[in-house]
């Protein structure tokens, strides 16, 4: 039976490429694989079997934590934002999940519990990003009563580079972390992708690189296989409707797209319903049987409109690669002002995934 040709593969042996590669980058630096966000849309049990020569994983949600568990019982699983509620750390302890602790309010969970696991805590650290984490001036503080508790056996401490992929760096919030820990020798947890690339492990014990696990780039300005990366997810789908049209007519709602010549627009399964943004403008890069050419038009619910003038093959049936293996999804992303790392994670549910190794 044949079905709507849209469908994402993983490719477990681009990641495989991409986590020796990650790994001879972190030298004797430890690596959290950032799974977060069922791995970044890939799916987590299905980039599972690629994780092999990580050592921890490190989650947001607690039932992939819960799920990662189930899968190994060894390696160290870091919860990002750490607990929200006593229940939660209990869950956490049962699990033998390790900690961020990034506010008072769970420094205040950790002294009240009951319980007999000691966590390995990373207290996370705010050197500058403003996001989440623990004031400079009272990090000292915190890591005292942390080490004082019988629910914390030990504590890395933990920051996140805001500005890692432009020109101002990490310096500046390194500068501020050593501030904070002082004279303390304690084992360091910092850098994301784009720190790991750009600058080596810093000084710490365990990296978070996530998406260049995944094969895409966390610069703007360089392209993921400058650093050396494969895609691991392939968006494709298929021509489903073919349209030759004049010189004035119009393409798709709203009439967005008018044509200058003679064309053959191509239809392809596959539009905002599936994950393919709707803010993708006119003119923005797909593959079509191998050759390259652009989106017309305004990209509905189910459909999107490719100009096949000059695909001689270009008809019904003809494959269309809209991110992945010859078209890097940094550059399509690009088009819709935004990253690779936003449209990985939001594919749609009813996009088909397959797994090829
Ligand atoms: C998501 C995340 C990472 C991974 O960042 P990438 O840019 O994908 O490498 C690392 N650390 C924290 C705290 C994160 O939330």
């Not at 950032?34 to 949600?61: C, N, T």
């Not at 870091?78 to 929200?84: A, C, N, S």
């Not at 968006?235 to 798709?252: H, N, T, Y």
């Not at 049936?317 to 990985?344: K, M």
Request: hydrophobic share 45%; aromatic share 6%; with cysteine.
């Amino acid at each position: 039976m044949n079905s709507r040709p849209i469908q994402a593969i993983v490719n477990r042996d681009a990641m495989r490429h991409n986590i020796s590669l990650i790994k001879s980058l972190a030298g004797s630096a430890k690596v959290f694989a950032v799974v977060k966000a069922d791995g970044y849309g890939h799916g987590l049990s299905r980039i599972f079997p690629a994780l092999s020569q990580i050592d921890g994983f490190a989650v947001i949600e607690m039932d992939a934590a819960a799920f990662l568990r189930e899968q190994d019982a060894r390696r160290p699983i870091l919860l990002l934002e750490g607990v929200f509620s006593s229940e939660e750390l209990s869950l956490a302890a049962d699990l033998q999940l390790d900690l961020v602790v990034h506010n008072i309010e769970q420094i205040a969970l950790l002294e009240k519990c009951e319980l007999s696991y000691p966590f390995h805590v990373f207290l996370k650290i705010n050197t500058g990003m403003n996001r989440l984490g623990i004031k400079v001036d009272e990090v000292m503080q915190c890591y005292q009563v942390l080490c004082s508790l019988p629910a914390v056996e030990r504590v890395t401490a933990m920051t996140h580079y805001a500005e890692a992929d432009s020109p101002r760096g990490v310096d500046w919030q390194n500068a501020q972390f050593l501030e904070a820990i002082g004279s303390l020798v304690v084992p360091a947890c910092k850098s994301n992708s784009a720190a790991l690339f750009r600058f080596g492990p810093n000084e710490e014990s365990w990296v978070r690189p996530g998406i260049a696990l995944y094969g895409a780039s966390p610069m703007t300005d360089v392209s993921a296989s400058s650093l050396g990366l494969k895609p691991v997810m392939t968006l494709k789908s298929g021509i489903i409707g073919v349209q030759e049209i004049g010189i004035g007519e119009r393409v798709g709602y709203g009439g967005t797209f008018t044509a200058n010549q003679h064309m053959k627009i191509g239809i392809v399964a596959g539009g905002y319903g599936d994950g393919y943004p709707r803010s993708m403008p006119n003119g923005t890069p797909v593959i079509v049987d191998g050759i390259r050419t652009c989106t017309v038009g305004r990209v509905s619910m189910d459909t999107l409109a490719v100009d096949l003038t000059d695909v001689p093959t270009g008809n019904v049936g003809s494959t269309v690669v809209l991110w992945g293996e010859g078209l890097p999804v940094d550059e399509v992303a690009q088009n819709a002002g935004t990253i690779g790392y936003e449209l990985l994670t939001r594919l749609t549910a009813r996009v088909p995934v397959f797994c090829s190794d």
